[in-house]
């Protein structure tokens, strides 16, 4: 017969292949569902956001599900007034700034290969005509833009619906599934999960109120210079903070563009220089005492996971990979710091076991 301690190890390899075995089942199937997954994710993220709102209704008197429904309709307004003044608004001008957007990035090609770079014409053309189709990619047809519509519209009503029953029967839902974990793990797996839950809270927290800063700090100087699009400008200030490293970059970037063809060199240097002053504001400040504490990731892992996100899922990968993997760390470190305690002996013959949670049965 096989000593002890190597049938040990072979049921706990067994277990490990398993684990790992239904691990890459379960992220196989969320990547070939995006839009469910990402809903449910986008969801998560929201009802952390707004599970505050909902307690504070709760404590006022209302009912859990009055709360609850209360707070998805005030993000269903807030949200209804981003999509109208970023989306309808903004399509409808940048189809008409398409040309000088064009013209403007031709300057900028001119001086780059004309001017004191001296960089390859050809390298830079081929620069130029992938900016431009991507700039006219972003006014699309009527007919394509009512299928967005449509596919927006469809992702919304279900983003809607599941923070509403997240926010109001989301305690019920975690202890149903602690029913399903062993007595032994069980406080183990609760306290992770309070840990994530934590750390997504603070991160969603966090960003939102860094994202403000930096919209109403670029946002003033835009209105100041009277730049066109100023509000939608203002909106993608605001939508970039959530993708960390790229999103203020790319934000900043067309703010200055957008300036540079509308309002001339000066201003776009002025909004240039407010760009660089909140980035550096946000980096060296906000980032790492409001949101740094919570996430506690170098930032070598922010950027891998922000380029393995939008390279899965697009902006919404880019959107979801910071949050997904500070909560992973801070899961693994809580089961690191509180691991399983050792099982008890036997107890005598009569006594009472464990009585079972009512949402177990």
């Known amino acids: 017969m096989a000593p002890h301690w190597a049938v040990r190890v072979l049921i706990t390899g067994a277990a490990v292949l398993m684990l790992a075995a239904v691990g890459w089942l379960l992220f196989w199937f969320l990547l070939r569902l995006p839009l469910l997954t990402v809903a449910v994710a986008v969801a998560l993220l929201l009802t ?22 209360l707070s998805v309709l005030l993000l269903l307004a807030v949200m209804t007034g981003i999509g109208f003044l970023f989306g309808f608004r903004a399509a409808a001008k940048l ?7 064009t013209a403007g990035i031709d300057r900028i090609r001119v001086w780059l290969t004309e001017g004191p770079l001296g960089l390859d014409p050809q390298q ?37 619906f599941l923070t509403f029953f997240l926010l109001k029967d989301g305690a019920a839902m ?27 809270s603070q991160y969603v927290r966090g960003v939102v109120v860094v994202a403000l800063i930096d919209a109403v700090g670029i946002g003033a100087v835009l209105l100041i210079l009277g730049v066109p699009l100023w509000v939608s400008l203002t909106l993608l200030t605001f939508i970039g903070a959530f993708i960390p490293l790229f999103g203020a970059t790319v934000s900043g970037a067309v703010a200055v563009l957008v300036t540079l063809v509308t309002n001339g060199l000066t201003d ?22 409001i949101v740094g504490r919570t996430i506690r990731l170098h930032p070598v ?43 008890a002996a036997p107890e005598p013959a009569g006594s009472d076991s464990l009585p079972v949670p009512e949402h177990a049965a």
């Open 48 to 69: 952390a956001l707004v599970q505050p709102i909902t307690r504070w209704l709760h404590r006022r008197g209302l009912g859990q599900g009055v709360s609850a429904l």
């Open 95 to 101: 189809r008409g700034l398409t040309r000088p957007l």
């Open 124 to 160: 830079v053309t081929e620069i130029r005509n992938t900016v431009v189709d991507r700039l006219y990619a972003l006014a699309p047809q009527p007919a394509a833009a009512a299928r967005m519509a449509v596919y927006v519209l469809a992702a919304v009503i279900l983003v809607a």
């Open 174 to 200: 975690w202890s149903w599934l602690l029913g399903w974990v062993p007595g032994r793990r069980r406080e183990q797996v609760d306290g992770a999960g309070h840990a994530a839950w934590t750390v997504l």
């Open 268 to 289: 776009a240097i002025i909004v240039l220089v407010a760009v660089l002053v909140v980035q550096q504001v946000e980096g060296n400040l906000l980032q790492p005492i």
């Open 301 to 343: 892992v922010i950027l891998v996971a922000v380029t393995a996100g939008s390279l899965l899922w697009g902006i919404a990968g880019a959107l979801l990979a910071v949050p997904l993997v500070a909560v992973t760390y801070r899961i693994l470190g809580f089961l690191r710091e509180h691991p399983v305690p050792r099982a």
